[in-house]
């Protein structure tokens, strides 16, 4: 069987092969967002496909990432940050751009336009035959809105026995391991980056330690980031993360009791079916 773990890479065999071998989709999310003048304006996205590919190497298959179609209005630099402007300028864009007037739709729209769109994708992936279903994350505030299409789509599927669906994020399953866990740009991040790829982060375009960095920032100045530090974390947040997902495959009927398709950690406490 190959090693290639990305289902659009694949040839039929080889997709069927791996899906039959263990049945799970990771499905990585994200946006195109501002992350500081050092850093890819896709770094959420590609967080959440490495950590896809991660993921798969335990088992399972990883899918193409979705870069669009959330809120604009939501959870963005360039909407929300208190340096927007900063960030519009750099740009060398109108910071209206970013304004609700500007959209077509309402937030409330995009919100449930997201929402109806992950899970039409999760309805999708299940018609490919897989079991469990992981929506990964990169955009920290995509985390809920994955959480409700998962719950809309285990819904339609408890009395079918379908197609389990989980949402998660990387830094959530680190929180107790390091302080600087989660961030915006910074060290965190731009660690993650550099593991993917160093030539995506140039450090040297921040400015000295002690001055404003514009749209980013965490416990961990990025100036400290480092690429085995970011394929550390990578790796350990794809351990839990695959082995939750494992649990649900291999004990569906525990996650299809009313209000339990979310819960994590039941692995710890022994619960199987």
Not at 57 to 65: Q, R, V
Not at 234 to 242: D, K, Q, T, V
Request: with cysteine; proline share 4%; aromatic share 8%.
């Amino acid at each position: 069987m190959t090693n290639e773990t990305r289902y659009h890479l694949l040839r039929p065999a080889e997709a069927v092969a791996r899906r039959v071998a263990c049945p799970i989709a990771y499905i990585p999310i994200g946006t195109l967002e501002w992350h500081g003048v050092h850093n890819p304006l896709g770094a959420d996205t590609l967080q959440a496909e490495r950590l896809s590919v991660l993921c798969a190497g335990c088992g399972g298959l990883a899918f193409p990432p979705l870069y669009y179609g959330e809120s604009r209005t939501e959870g963005l630099m360039e909407s929300n940050a208190a340096d927007k402007d900063e960030i519009a300028a750099q740009m060398q864009l109108d910071p209206d751009n970013f304004t609700p007037e500007y959209f077509l739709f309402s937030e409330a729209e995009q919100t449930e336009n997201y929402q109806r769109l992950l899970a039409h994708m999760l309805n999708q992936v299940e018609t490919l035959g897989f079991e469990v279903a992981v929506i990964l994350a990169g955009h920290y505030p995509l985390v809920d809105h994955a959480r409700a299409a998962a719950l809309l789509h285990n819904k339609r599927v408890r009395k079918s026995r379908g197609m389990l669906a989980w949402a998660t994020s990387d830094y959530l399953h680190l929180l107790e391991q390091y302080a600087c866990a989660g961030d915006h740009g910074g060290g965190w991040e731009t660690s993650h980056c550099m593991a993917i790829d160093a030539g995506l982060v140039d450090l040297s375009l921040l400015p000295p330690k002690g001055e404003k960095i514009i749209g980013a920032g965490g416990r961990m100045d990025p100036r400290d980031a480092d690429a085995a530090f970011g394929a550390k974390i990578f790796a350990e947040a794809a351990e839990i993360i695959s082995r939750e997902a494992r649990h649900r495959l291999e004990n569906k009927r525990l996650y299809q009791s009313h209000g339990r398709s979310l819960t994590e950690k039941l692995y710890e406490s022994g619960h199987e079916i």
